[in-house]
Each structure stands twice: as C-alpha cells, then as structure tokens.
C-alpha cells in the first residue's frame, strides 16, 4: 500500500514508519521537522519537507503520487504546554488538522488513520475509559484533537472518507533494534523528563502534585509502548480496507502506574539517582487515566505486547544512555 504519513518524523510518527515499511508498505513522509529530525528515517524512504500550515506544501506532497490512506501524525502533543499556549495548539492542530483534510478531500484520498488521544476524554468519569465516555477535555490540547474528530465524523458523511480515529494514551519507549535514535527535542512528557535528570542533563524533576487520589498521591497514567501503537496504526488500515466503516479506538494497556513508580523503575535500570521535587498541580491534569482497549482487541485483534513498564523504561534509557 501507498502511504503518506505526516508527521513522519517525529517520535511516533518515525516509529509508525518503521513498522510500516517493516510491513512492505510504501511510505511518503512529510514533515516540517519542527520537532522530527530527518535522520528518524531511513534514507531509503521519500521524504517532504513541508507545513500543514502551509496548502501549498500539502498540495506538492499530495500530488506527487495516489495515497491509498493518509496518517496524520503532525500534531503538538503536550497537554501542559497546550494551557499555557493554546495559540500555537490552535495553529498546529486544528488550522494544520484542517488544511490536511482539506488535501484528502482534493486529492481524493479516501482512507484516513487520524492520531487522538485520552486527553479528549477529561476527567474519567469511571475507570478504565472506554470509547463510550463522555468528551469533555479539560486541556486545550485534547480540545484541539476532539475538534479534528469532529471534523472528521462530518467529511466521512458528506465527502465519504473512512477514518481510525486512535486514542493514544501515554506513548513511551523506543523500537528494540534501536532505529529511531533520537531523543525527543525540548521534551514535555514524563518519562524523557526523567531520562535527562538520570544521564544528568536536567538538575531535577518537577513532581506534579503528590495529593491526587491514588495509591502514592502522584498522577497515575497508562503508559503504551510506541511500537505497540505503531502496529495498532497498521492494523486499523486493515481494517479500514476490510470494512466499510469508521473506527474510533482507544491505544492503551488497561495498566496504571504513578509518577514515582516512573521514578523507580528508572532508577532501578539506569543504577541512577533521579532527583525531584514536588511542586503544585499542572493545570488540566487528571489524577488517573486507564484504558479500557477491549475494543481495540475485538475489532482490530490488537494488544500490545511491548509495552511492560521495565521494557518501557529500559528501551528508552538505551537511547538516553548511548
Ligand atoms: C504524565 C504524568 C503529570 C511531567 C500525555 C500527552 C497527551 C496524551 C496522553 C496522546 C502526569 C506528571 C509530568 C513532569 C510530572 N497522549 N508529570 N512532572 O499529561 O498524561 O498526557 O499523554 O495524545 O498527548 O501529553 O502526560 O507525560 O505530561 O504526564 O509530575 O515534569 O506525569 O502530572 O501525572 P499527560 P505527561
């Protein structure tokens, strides 16, 4: 299959390439390398560099060849960064979101693997979140990707697209044969955060709260392994060529574990202190985010098989560690 991955080289986005040309596919990567790096990809493979904001970039790389399905991958992805600036959010994921839909639809591109997130659930109303619950995001970022799955429920009825919309949980970890090497540029997630205090290029790491209502007081989320969801994209194209119909799935393990627990497991593999602070609660942060993937597991025969929280930490810290 022909496929056009936008965002393809940032940290999901190049590990969803690998897997899918792992898989014989025909990979197109544009990117505007504002948090990817070219060298995410192999050389082999075509590479555009252009914006979402830009119709014009996303017109060259569309007409460059017929794209049986589109991934897009492109967005911003830190939930505090998105409350502190929901301009650049706003810009990036819903006008960029945008404009990539709009070169579906003009260049006929008619299969759709759009990447969501938990964060469009809000605050879990029971646990584990399954796809039933309510969307009531409470951080700019999981407004900006509800907006695009709205958008998307809207040009499957009038322009006949059929999408996967993937909810990602937390995506962690790096491919095992270590061919997506580089750390994340100016990361915001946790689990970098704390690789670059234990190889010593961050002083300390800030603890988000330690008064939410779980076991240890700190924030409980579903860590998923990238790999993992990178083949959760390949078997929703699948689907998508098998049924004539729309998929909306959560990407998670049905597992939870805090911000010390993260600090633990790290120290433990990387035989590094991990220096802290508790400070006060991020705006827009949930206590617990679980998933439920049962879904998932019935309609796509996915689980994810990669995504222990020692495999996790350790795939990650080979890179921070090299
Ligand atoms: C995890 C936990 C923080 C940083 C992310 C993405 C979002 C979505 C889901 C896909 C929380 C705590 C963090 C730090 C900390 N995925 N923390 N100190 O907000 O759950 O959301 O995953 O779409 O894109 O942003 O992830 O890694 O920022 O936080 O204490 O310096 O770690 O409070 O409990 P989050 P995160």
Redesign the pocket.
Known sequence: MKILVVGGAGYIGSHFVLEASRAGHNVVVFDDLSSGFKNNIDTEIDFFEGSTLSNKNLSEVMSSSSFDVAVYLAAY????E?MSDPVKYASNNIIGGLNFLKACVEYSVKKVIF?????VYGNPLYSPIDELHSLSPI?F??YT?KVIEENLKWYSNLKNIRYASL??????GYDSDKKSLNKENNP????P??MEVAEGSREL?????ND?STLDG????DYIHVTDLAQGHLASIDYLFQNDNNLTINLGTGRGH??FE?IKMTEAISNRKINFKVSK??A???DV?IASSEKAKQLINWSPSNSDLSNIIDSTWEIYNR
């Open positions: 992805k830190a939930a505090g998105s990447s969501s997130s938990a964060a951080n970022y999981g990707k909810r990602y949980f937390n995506a962690a915001q997630n946790l689990i955060l704390v790491l800030q603890v988000y709260g939410y700190t924030g409980v989320r805090s911000v993260i609660r991020r827009g942060d949930p985010v």
